[in-house]
């Protein structure tokens, strides 16, 4: 028995890994499932050895959950064992979306500053996606998403959200990110000190409301104050302008 699973364990090692976007499909397709689907029906769906899909599911084992019946689910708790992505607001209202729905929502290669100035520094995202930062303090964020191993994809301020009176004014945002639970997130990173000036209570507000309309996750936080966030702030005791 030692010897058989030492042989399985090898064979398992070197077989072929499956690429990025059938990943993302085998992902894509458990998130819309209620019962799950075996190794083998995966790998005939998808054009792959049996081998290979397991040899993804185990190696990703805090993403997928398998029954008594060896059939696969994609894990719908992982934002919630991360301490900062455990705080997005209308988790309980979110919608599941897809690689692709994340894609269509703006332009990702196509990105800009707030300020439209010149970045003061750049991320490189583990698909190579650069995207451009207006502080450190979002480059922080978006390192402490890359660490939580919770993203599987990534766009930076390329979203337009139309605010302020007859939503004339235009805001965009830190980072919109698809988590591995399927819910696309919305944050907006800013120094605590900031969080209840005017201007930024205006495009949260806004925020807030694009998102409730269509079952993303949002936050404004601060990673450099032990990621505290706008409610967080309020809990406090700070005002917000009228």
């Not at 337009?160 to 980072?175: L, Q, T, V, W």
Request: a positive charge; one cysteine or more.
């Amino acid at each position: 028995m030692r010897k058989r699973v030492k042989n399985a364990k090898k064979a398992r090692g070197t077989e072929k890994m499956i690429d990025q976007k059938t990943a993302s499909a085998i992902r894509d397709h458990l998130s819309k499932l209620d019962v799950g689907l075996k190794a083998a029906e995966l790998a005939s769906r998808f054009g792959v050895t049996k081998q290979q899909v397991n040899r993804y599911l185990y190696d990703h084992d805090k993403e997928f959950v398998r029954d008594n019946k060896f059939r696969w689910t994609l894990s719908r708790d992982l934002e919630l064992n991360d301490p900062v992505l455990s705080k997005l607001n209308n988790r309980d209202n979110a919608v599941s979306y897809t690689l692709e729905d994340h894609s269509r929502l703006a332009d990702w290669n196509n990105c800009t500053t707030h300020s439209g100035k010149k970045p003061k520094c750049t991320f490189r995202t583990p698909d190579g996606r650069v995207i451009d930062c207006d502080s450190k303090c979002e480059k922080k964020m978006l390192g402490h998403l890359l660490d939580s191993n919770c993203i599987i994809a990534w766009g930076g301020q390329s979203l337009c959200i139309p605010y302020g009176r007859n939503n004339s004014k235009k805001y965009f945002p830190d980072a919109v990110v698809l988590t591995k639970d399927m819910h696309i997130a919305i944050i907006e990173v800013k120094p605590f000190s900031f969080m209840n000036c005017r201007s930024c209570v205006s495009k949260y507000r806004a925020l807030e409301d694009y998102c409730r309309e269509r079952g993303f996750e949002f936050m404004m936080v601060d990673p450099y104050s032990d990621y505290l966030t706008f409610e967080e702030l309020l809990e406090q005791g700070a005002g917000v302008p009228a």
